[in-house]
């Protein structure tokens, strides 16, 4: 990398200069302060930039040189699902009959959308073995605030909303879920997980009773590890009277191979942004799509995307059981067009290839790694495993250092400190679209650090090295808060 | 399967590396009630040259604003968007990166966001702007939260004038909470201040107003914030970012919160998503911030860099006493408005404006000149958005405008009965005088 510090936009260009202007108005031009009283009006324009065209070009080139990305190399974060973001999904989004479209348009004048969304929703169903869908969450948070909202109305409608007040979540449930269930005025409940990193069926019996709502679980767990006793904890949730609730974030290992549904999960999301390949953007847009079993479809959000009669498709507002609304218009409808083009593409046969390859890449790793790092849970993993960077603590190398030392390599660090039950973690997934050689390359990297850690520890604590900028100053950034610029 | 790149060879290879002999041993640990034994009932795969056919018929069949003239708005709007935009926005490392976790390596995604949260600023002339959240109901949602919060009341008043999806997304989200929200009724298309006063009692956490509203009119900004600040709640205004470039800023009319939804700025109306909610807030309410923000710091050597900070208040560190749940933003979306208005700039955005207000009282003059079209709301000021009033049925109007290629008003009345007849128009600087002259000549011949 050429480039380093990129100056701020604000400290760059000259008064005067402009990168784009509209062409000029061809209607009769008014006063302003005939139109609107004075006292609306600004005072003084905002002190945006003034740059010419190139010049924008030229910062947002070089700032987009600073980042690691899928395109740029291997990124095995650890619950992300960091895979390929094929290019046709861009291509069918940007089509000016997707991108161009808005969402009051009359209904047939966007049948093609619908069309879209509604045979998206009956595949989700189908990969769930669930009954009906709204892709109406934003991200996979707002899935879950969702979820739970339709958990929570179906209670209600049973007379048992005042009672079931709480929902469990285990310890190594991302952050997301006790928020979640906060957010959606529950009462969250922590069930520790056993020794084979599962949960703990005892704790979940003592936990569940007449007060519990639902479950939150993620299968595979954090951990990267399948819960075998899935059906067992169904049955001891369900016959509490409370739901399941399955988080989607580690569903790139079982597509085609294993189904929220008959695992007895109630309410799914999927994040289309981490299984069904569409892009991260730096931190989103993302969605989070949610699926339920038959009992609870009349408390999804509104409106519902329906095929008529006559096999056109419709909105479908008329829904007095639902929970309402969660976002406004239809959800992140360009994200879902990425997502359908992707599972049209790859269909059943392609989608199992998915998960059967992330998972036999994720041992892979494991096999070659085990012998360098501490493997708290030494089970078959599913598409992801944690590693405890234990052993290079006791020579006084943290996993911080570790992750820092791997930017060197020009790899992005894997998922550390998390989940929270692991000591030092390590989360890696390195994703089914990964060749070999790039697995075998981190492995030789991961072992490059090992041996660092016994030889010159120093390497490694003071890493990264050959990085746009250094080791960051987090403590200074929380204390000495700058969050904008200000015109002096 | 040219996503995945392992042949059979490297597959044997790794199989013999971990020790087993088929990959479905790797998923021996599920247990059989738990299997699918069928392949998922899924249309087959197919090659890119036939799925990209595919999804290009579906797009045939729908409407898009380059063949039709839009005059619909109402949360969505179509703004011209510079050619340079879309080109910088599609740049792998910002498209495929994801959240900034390792700030060494994600140096243009952070500055990025830095200078996000400043142009915010300095539209809304706010102290703090967060990287962004999903869109402007949710922002509305956390901001009504935020006031609860920090006021420790438990209602939210919502002037009928705030979007009805955006005011349906706030219920939703406050019921969960048993927190109660109120709807202040309007009179002749704007707030009625003494109902206002009437329903601001002790309470009242915080107030959420949209200027212009979402019938297009300009609220008494500076009224209503005396009247909320009075009563000790926060307030809460919904802005159109674009309109900031002529309007007041909610900074001017001491608002508490600004929010909004970014999708004029730069992003396209893709049938309503993605696009991105901003929020801004005073300096004292920065701890309750919900979602990720961005500073600046120092390396070792003394290099300025940026950070995700602050992070005590989110969900991953915070979990169930987290500020919110939110987690992935809209940063790609929030991108895509840092890119415009770094490329329009202090002289675009002023011009877009202005463009807007003139072109749609040009519009709406043309409009209530024609038998049968009236202003709902004759006494107020609007800016690029008018409320009309129609003998005729709207729905049969917009199918005829529709052969026409052009998208007519929004008919009001699916949001409510009361609003029936009608039909809210939208001219932006993308509409040209003789789109706007052919709408009004199509409507004449009705």
């Known amino acids: 990398m050429i480039t380093r510090e990129v100056p701020l936009i604000f400290t760059a260009g000259a008064p005067g200069r402009t990168g784009y202007m509209p062409p000029a108005s061809d209607v009769q031009e008014e006063s302003v302060d005939t139109l609107i009283p004075a006292a609306y009006l600004r005072d003084e324009a905002p002190p945006l930039p003034e740059l010419s065209e190139l010049e924008v070009v030229r910062h947002f080139i070089n700032l987009s040189r600073l ?45 093609g959308a619908l069309a879209m969304m509604w045979h998206l929703g009956r595949y989700l169903c189908e990969i769930s073995g669930l009954h009906a869908a709204s892709l109406q969450p934003a991200a996979g948070a707002q899935g879950e605030l969702a979820g739970l909202m339709v958990i929570k109305a179906y209670h209600e409608a049973q007379g048992a909303g005042q009672q079931r007040r709480e929902v469990i979540v285990p310890d190594s449930a991302h952050g997301t879920n006790p928020a979640s269930a906060a957010m959606c005025g529950y009462k969250v409940i922590t069930v520790p997980s056993d020794s084979q990193g599962g949960m703990d069926l005892e704790a979940l019996q003592a936990a569940v009773g007449p007060a519990t709502a639902g479950l939150m679980l993620t299968n595979p767990n954090t951990l990267g590890l399948f819960d075998a006793n899935i059906v067992e904890i169904a049955r001891i949730v369900h016959e509490a009277g409370g739901l399941l609730y399955y988080d989607g974030a580690n569903a790139n290992a079982i597509l085609g191979i294993s189904r929220p549904g008959e695992m007895g999960f109630d309410v799914v999301h999927f994040n289309l942004h981490k299984t069904f390949s569409t892009p991260h953007g730096g931190g989103g847009p993302g969605a989070g799509p949610i699926v339920v079993c038959k009992e609870l479809e009349p408390f999804l959000p509104v409106p519902v995307v329906v095929k008529k009669a006559d096999d056109t498709y419709a909105l479908d507002y008329d829904r007095p059981q639902s929970v309402g609304r969660v976002r406004s218009f239809y959800g992140n409808f360009g ?37 360098y790092f501490d493997l708290p849970y030494d089970r078959v993993c599913m598409h992801e495993f944690v590693l405890s960077g234990k052993r290079q603590k006791a020579k006084g190398v943290r996993t911080l250092d570790i992750a820092k030392r791997m930017l060197d390599f020009g790899i992005h660090a894997p998922t550390v400190y998390f989940p929270l039950i692991v000591d030092e973690a390590l989360m890696i997934e390195p994703t089914e679209t990964e060749t070999l050689e790039t697995l075998d390359a981190f492995v030789e990297v991961m072992t490059t650090i090992a041996r660092e850690v016994e030889e010159n520890p120093e390497v490694v604590k003071e890493a990264p090295h050959h990085t746009p900028v250094g080791r960051l100053d987090e403590t200074r950034a929380a204390r000495q808060p700058n969050l904008r610029w200000r015109p002096s | 399967m040219s996503y995945i790149p392992t042949t059979d060879a490297e597959r044997q290879r790794m199989l ?17 009630a738990a299997r699918l034994r069928q392949p998922l009932n899924l249309p087959a795969g197919c090659s890119e040259a036939e799925v990209f056919s595919h999804l290009k018929t579906l797009a045939a069949q729908n409407a898009d604003l380059d063949t039709y003239a839009c005059f619909m708005g109402g ?65 509305c949602a956390e901001a009504a939260l935020l ?26 989200y406050l019921e969960q909470q048993d927190l109660k929200t109120v709807i202040v009724p309007m009179q002749n298309g704007t707030i009625n201040i003494e109902a206002l006063s009437d329903l601001l009692t002790s309470e009242v956490a915080g107030v959420i107003v949209q200027h212009p509203n979402f ?6 900004v500076y009224d209503i914030g005396k009247a909320v600040h009075a009563a000790g709640a926060i307030y809460i205004a919904c802005v159109d970012p674009i309109s900031l470039g002529v309007l007041a800023p909610p900074g001017a009319y001491d608002a508490d919160i600004a929010v909004g939804d970014g999708q004029s700025l ?21 701890r309750r911030l919900p979602g990720r923000i961005a500073g600046e710091t120092i390396d070792h050597s003394g290099r300025r860099g940026f950070v995700l900070t602050l992070q005590t208040r989110e969900q991953h560190i915070r979990r169930e006493r987290a500020a919110s749940n939110i987690c992935t933003n809209q940063a790609l979306n929030a991108l895509c408005a840092t890119v415009y208005l770094s490329l329009l700039g202090k002289q675009g955005l002023a011009a877009v404006a202005n463009q807007c207000l003139q072109k749609a009282h040009y519009a709406q003059k043309q409009l209530c000149a024609l038998p049968g079209w009236r202003a709902a709301f004759s006494q107020a000021s609007f800016y690029q958005e008018f409320t009309l009033e129609c003998d005729h049925d709207i729905d049969a109007v917009n199918q005829r405008l529709l052969e026409h290629k052009i998208i007519g008003g929004l008919p009001l009345a699916r949001f ?19 789109e706007i002259d052919r709408l009004v000549d199509v409507l004449r011949t009705l």
């Open chain 2, 215 to 220: 019938f297009g009119n300009l609220e008494a």
């Open chain 1, 335 to 371: 994200v879902l067009v990425r997502a359908y083009t992707y599972i049209r593409r790859l269909g059943p046969d392609g989608l199992k290839q998915v998960s059967e390859t992330a998972v036999l890449h994720a041992n892979y790793l494991l096999s070659k790694l085990k012998p």
């Open chain 2, 147 to 172: 006031a609860c919060n920090q006021t420790r009341r438990g209602t939210i008043l919502m002037a009928e004038g705030l979007h009805p999806e955006y005011r349906a997304v706030v219920q939703t």
């Open chain 2, 266 to 286: 730069g992003n396209q109306p893709s049938f309503g998503g993605p696009s991105f909610g901003f929020m801004a807030v005073k300096e004292a309410l920065l």
């Open chain 2, 416 to 434: 409510d009965q009361r609003y029936a007849n009608l039909a809210l128009f939208c001219v932006t600087e993308a509409r040209t005088r003789s």
């Open chain 2, 75 to 139: 949360g969505v709007y179509d703004h011209l968007i510079p050619a340079a935009l879309t080109d910088i926005v599609s740049r792998n490392e910002f498209v495929t990166a994801y959240t900034p976790y390792q700030p060494e390596v994600s140096q243009g995604v952070l500055q990025s966001i830095y200078e996000f949260q400043s142009l915010i600023c300095l539209l809304t002339q706010m102290d703090v702007a967060n990287a962004s959240v999903y869109d402007g109901a949710s922002a």
């Open chain 1, 67 to 111: 980042n690691h990305a899928v395109d740029v190399g291997f990124y095995p974060l650890g619950s992300c699902t960091m895979k390929y973001n094929p290019k046709v999904n861009e291509a069918a989004a940007a089509l000016p009959g997707f991108a161009r479209i808005h969402p009051y348009q009359p209904e047939e004048s966007v049948q």
């Open chain 2, 16 to 32: 013999a590396e971990i020790g087993v002999k088929s990959v479905d041993d790797l998923f021996a640990e599920i247990p059989s």
